[in-house]
């Protein structure tokens, strides 16, 4: 009896081993020489769309990649940035550095060797303020009437310039469009008032620079100018420049006649 129990246990065991050696491995592998379809990957930013003007970015782009795949599984997911070495992807990575038409090349490959083909986005980011220089140069056109001329010249922009809109005391006066890098605006004051200019400059990824000239920085008295334009009055005109009052009525009696 106890001789018949052993058989029937080891027959048993024989048949189980034979379930488990023969079905389980056989449902693994069929999963796999079923499995002829590669994995699908695919991109996400964050920003989600361009933060600039014209497709452009102005901050750092998070890059995230999602792989699926229905049968095998994803084994693994790559990428390479602007043709660089390809690396494996294990979380999401960050472009920070400016640059137009930037790369990003990735692919997935699953667990039964199906390999997905390449696929690709560009980007373009810019982060960096243009730069430039804001000078002016002043015409006498009447009594007591200046013409001022302001010369913007942008020094350094990597994607090109758009537009510069121009101010008097933070009341909009107009805009110039083009792509520079130089630009001029001629503008005619009265007297001596109390004014402010207030220049903004806009490349085309909507990154801008601010400049301001206050009104004591244009120098409209006579003295000041006549290096260009009085300079036979330069001494006679100094002579008397402690003594405003008289200085006036010699400006209003030589130049407002």
């Not at 079905?23 to 989600?48: E, K, Q, R, V």
């Not at 006066?173 to 001029?184: E, K, M, N």
């Not at 007297?191 to 990824?205: C, L, T």
């Amino acid at each position: 009896m106890k001789k018949e129990l052993i058989i029937k246990t080891f027959v048993l065991a024989i048949v189980v081993l034979f379930i488990v050696i023969t079905f389980t491995p056989t449902i693994g592998i069929s999963n796999y020489l079923d499995d002829t379809t590669p994995p699908i990957t695919t991109i996400s930013t964050n920003p989600p769309e361009p933060d600039g003007c014209n497709g452009w970015y102005v901050s750092n782009v998070t890059i995230t990649l999602n792989a699926t795949d229905d049968l095998s599984g994803v084994n693994a997911t790559y990428y390479r940035i602007n043709g660089s070495d390809w690396n494996k992807y294990i979380f999401p990575f960050i472009i920070s550095e400016d640059g137009e038409n930037i790369l990003i090349e990735f692919y997935s490959v699953d667990n039964a060797g199906n390999v997905e083909t390449v696929k690709s986005i560009k980007l373009d980011i810019d982060k960096t303020p243009p730069e430039g220089t804001v000078e002016w140069e002043i015409r006498k056109i009447g009594c007591r009437k200046w013409e001022i001329i302001f010369y913007i010249n942008i020094t350094e922009d990597a994607n090109g310039m758009e537009r510069i809109d121009f101010y008097i005391n933070n009341i909009y006066q107009v805009t110039i469009t083009g792509p520079g890098p130089t630009y001029a605006w001629i503008f005619t004051i009265y007297g001596k008032p109390r004014i402010e200019f207030k220049i903004i400059v806009y490349d085309f990824a909507c990154n801008n620079a601010t400049f301001i000239i206050n009104g004591s920085d244009l120098h409209l008295h006579p003295r000041f100018n006549s290096v260009t334009h009085y300079s036979n009055y330069i001494r006679f005109l100094h002579f008397f420049d402690k003594y405003l009052l008289i200085q006036n009525l010699l400006y209003v009696l030589r130049w407002c006649n």
